[in-house]
């Protein structure tokens, strides 16, 4: 390469460096104005970032005649920088727990931290207890709680552990001011293929949310391999709400019988195989997106194996018990079970009935959970917003993850 064309080869691509970075700076300008346009900014400034570096690989080639450089480490430093992890609609849970400076705020699902976050750095001097039953989550709970020196007090455990943890700390029913309550499974458990939650992503069948700390917690694979057809029939139709429960759970059993299920896709696959090839992805989300046909069932077996709907009841009781009067709670919900369970439930119905909710109850017939006929005369909530709340349009797109996210605000009296 003659040393004019190297010279008019450099030239031509910092015109273009120069051009890219303008557009970026409009971008972090406009950004300002339009949330719509975050996600684009963000994936501007990802392929600005990996044009850079080859740019900046293949200048060196040119000038020293030279095979390229290893910049393995600040390419897989720059493919390991993540968007932060985005909490289901913030801007109205925390405009319905309105918290003050010095409250005690309990975050029974903290997750990825998001909500716990905002509200450190919204309000000063506020505490939050910080629950998940994922160790996982627990180990960022604590990493944050040292970085607010102490206001973060993470716990370890279920809804059903709460009182006996909070026992532990000498905290009191009737000294929490707020409760949020963030129900389903967190994008951090999703996005990790080895916890077996995403149909996406080949892993374990295994789905537990409280990963490997009981082992002899039975997983999803051992559902699928065990249980007759009748019983995994019901478990689609009853959590699932899957009208083709009979046939997906025929077709299960069909397979198992040649080789155990043990895989995420490969469960997919037999459920798919339970389908014409058209409707595969006939099913639309509320994106109008395809979904594929075993949604329903991995959501199904999710809360089966965690006994989620029994959980949730026995967290919305522990808010009731741990909130003062005039606290607030807020409850996010992500599909129709556990969304008609909360509304029940703020409106003082009796839930001593359960069967449909949870069918993995043993014993009369009679979950162990509930006398709600004496909680009624005891117990009242004021509805914040008298419609359930659903994320905005802007939120979706943003964080498409939400957007069968709704949230019920109440105010106990």
Not at 176 to 187: E, F, P, Q, R
């Amino acid at each position: 390469m003659t040393r004019r064309t190297c010279l008019l080869w450099r030239w031509s691509y910092s015109l273009v460096y120069t051009t890219i970075i303008i557009r970026i700076m409009i971008f972090h300008l406009s950004v300002r104005c339009n949330p719509m346009l975050r996600k684009t900014n963000l994936a501007v400034w990802r392929a600005w970032r990996s044009w850079k570096l080859s740019l900046h690989s293949s200048t060196v080639c040119a000038s020293s005649g030279t095979g390229p450089l290893d910049r393995s480490e600040e390419r897989s430093s720059v493919s390991s920088e993540k968007p932060p992890h985005t909490p289901v609609m913030l801007k109205e849970v925390l405009h319905y727990l309105e918290i003050q400076p010095g409250q005690v705020v309990l975050d029974m699902t903290f997750g990825g931290g998001g909500h716990t976050k905002a509200i450190l750095n919204l309000v000063p001097e506020v505490t939050v207890l910080a629950l998940d039953r994922d160790p996982t989550a627990i180990s960022l709970a604590q990493q944050l709680a040292k970085e607010y020196c102490g206001r973060v007090k993470p716990l370890l455990g279920k809804f059903s552990d709460l009182e006996a943890l909070l026992s532990n700390m000498d905290i009191k029913p009737g000294s929490v001011d707020a409760v949020l309550l963030d129900a389903g499974c967190s994008s951090m458990q999703m996005d990790e293929a080895e916890r077996g939650f995403s149909l996406s992503k080949d892993g374990p069948l295994d789905m537990r949310m409280d990963g490997e700390r009981y082992p002899d917690m039975p997983c999803a694979a051992d559902v699928v391999n065990t249980l007759d057809q009748q019983a995994l029939a019901s478990i689609l139709t009853a959590y699932g709400e899957e009208r083709q429960a009979r046939k997906i759970a025929s077709a299960i059993v069909e397979a198992r019988r040649v080789n155990p299920i043990t895989r995420t896709q490969q469960l997919a696959s037999v459920v798919a195989g339970s389908f014409p090839p058209a409707v595969l992805y006939a099913r639309k989300d509320r994106l109008q997106r395809s979904a594929h046909v075993a949604t329903k069932t991995f959501q199904a077996l999710r809360i089966f194996v965690n006994d989620e709907l029994n959980e949730l009841h026995t967290g919305l009781r522990a808010a009731r018990s741990l909130l003062a009067p005039g606290g607030r709670l807020c409850v996010i919900t992500f599909h129709s079970l556990e969304d008609r369970l909360v509304k029940r439930y703020l409106q003082g119905e009796d839930l001593s009935n359960l069967d449909h909710f949870s069918p993995r109850k043993q014993g009369n017939g009679k979950p162990k959970l509930v006398d709600e006929n004496r909680d009624r005369r005891d117990v009242y909530w004021l509805p914040l917003q008298r419609k359930v709340i659903t994320p905005e349009r802007y939120d979706v797109n943003e964080n498409p993850r939400g957007r069968s996210a709704k949230l019920r605000a109440a105010l106990r009296c």
